[in-house]
């Protein structure tokens, strides 16, 4: 067992070789065709997340930041504080990560304690099914490489062909919080219901709950294994070395207008055509065949919670309703722990992103309260101790944005 916890944690990167992470702020003080150019840019690179005072991270080269630079913005270098972040968590690797059987860590009391593989969180899910009368293992299909899109229903007495709440993790396989928060959520939600918590009655008596902590489950096994920086699915791309897709640019609506890229080696690679891997084409499927009320694609990191539009910055018709819901989201996570999320559009708040979730979710689905967080942290990968904090205030934010739309259905 030793051996192979030293090869997990030998796997865990702590170079990002002669690329740079680089820290943008000041677009305010630009004009607008700078900002246009800025953000073109920015689109197309590998975007990180927002640091703790509000600028905006990202991975590029020195030649990028002397771009940046001459288009005004203020750029600083952040590079030696991830990679010290890095060296740190591949030395803690063991108290970071659960490296036992995933029997075992399904199993462990202390599970939220500790980020969790593929295996451990479809075995904790399966041992919620034996637990809870109200929950209900299900898949969503398989993925390239043949594994399952695993999730759970969780569904109050009666239920089952109600309006559901659909909430999604893992469709960026390094973004490791996410996932903790989709397992933790299945399992409060189905709690709460039998120990006769009123409110969690009165949403399961009025939406089902379908829940996918593991959207991208090649990529995710793959940022475990292999290589921790890993972001897209693990299809390889005809006529290219590079692998994998962005599967948040591989949606059908507004595919391919902006903000992502045809390069396979890019990390917003939006594949050949909308819907070219799986992964995206069992959600277009599994959408198609059910009515969703809510949609949440939880990623990491930045604290932000953002609707649509991202292909566009011009407003959805119903943007009075999704930033009703998100500010009170954003409120009853503030209430927890004192985070701060930026709430808005996706293309205004961070950058143009098309072919996303939740424009598809929105758009040609007509979920109106369909949205894309961010969540806390400064990292992918923050210390494990950020997981039940993170996970107790998106719980908060999911109750009421389930509650404002309730009211406001």
């Not at 293992?137 to 239920?159: A, F, K």
């Not at 991202?310 to 985070?339: E, F, R, S, Y």
Request: hydrophobic share 35%.
């Amino acid at each position: 067992m030793k051996l192979a916890l030293l090869g997990v944690a030998a796997a865990y990167q702590t170079s990002i070789g002669t690329d740079r992470i680089l820290r943008l702020n000041g677009e305010a003080k630009l004009a607008s065709a700078e900002v246009d150019k800025a953000r073109d840019l920015i689109s197309t690179l590998d975007v990180w997340g927002h640091a703790e005072d509000g600028s905006l991270e990202l991975r590029a080269t020195p030649a990028h930041a002397k771009i940046f630079a001459e288009l005004g913005l203020n750029v600083s270098d952040a590079t030696a504080e991830h990679v010290k972040h890095f060296e740190w968590f591949k030395e803690h690797y063991d108290e970071q990560v659960c490296t036992k059987s995933a029997e075992d860590c399904a199993n462990d009391p202390a599970f939220y304690t500790k980020y969790q593989t593929l295996e451990a969180i479809q075995a904790y899910l399966q041992n919620l099914d034996t637990q809870y009368k109200s929950v209900k293992t299900r898949t969503w299909g398989q993925s390239y490489g043949g594994l399952n899109q695993m999730g759970v229903s969780v569904v109050g007495n009666g239920g089952g062909d109600r309006p559901i709440v659909f909430y999604f993790c893992g469709e960026h396989a390094r973004e490791w919080l996410p996932p903790m928060f989709c397992v933790y959520m299945a399992e409060e939600l189905a709690k709460r219901y039998e120990d006769g918590d009123p409110d969690i009655m009165k949403y399961m008596n009025t939406y089902d709950f379908h829940i996918l902590p593991v959207m991208n489950p090649d990529g995710y096994k793959y940022a475990m294994t292999t290589d921790n920086m890993w972001r897209k699915s693990r299809k390889p791309n005809t006529g290219s070395s590079c692998w994998g897709t962005d599967l948040n640019r591989n949606y059908a609506y507004r595919w391919g207008t902006g903000g992502s890229s045809k390069n396979p080696c890019d990390e917003t690679y939006m594949g050949t055509a909308a819907w070219d891997n799986v992964e995206t084409k069992n959600l277009q499927a599994y959408a198609t065949n059910n009515k969703l009320v809510i949609q949440t694609d939880v990623h990491a990191y930045g604290k932000m919670w953002m609707h649509p539009w991202g292909w566009t910055n011009a407003l959805p018709t119903d943007d009075a309703k999704m930033t009703g819901a998100g500010k009170a989201t954003v409120a009853a996570i503030k209430a927890v722990n004192g985070q701060v999320f930026a709430e808005g559009t996706i293309a205004n708040v961070i950058y143009i992103a098309s072919g996303s979730s939740c424009d598809y979710f929105y758009g040609q689905t007509k979920v109106v309260y369909a949205y894309a967080p961010e969540v806390r942290g400064t990292s992918f990968q923050p210390p494990a101790s950020n997981i039940m904090p993170s996970n107790q205030e998106l719980l908060e934010g999911m109750l009421a944005q389930v509650k404002y739309a309730i009211a406001n259905s």
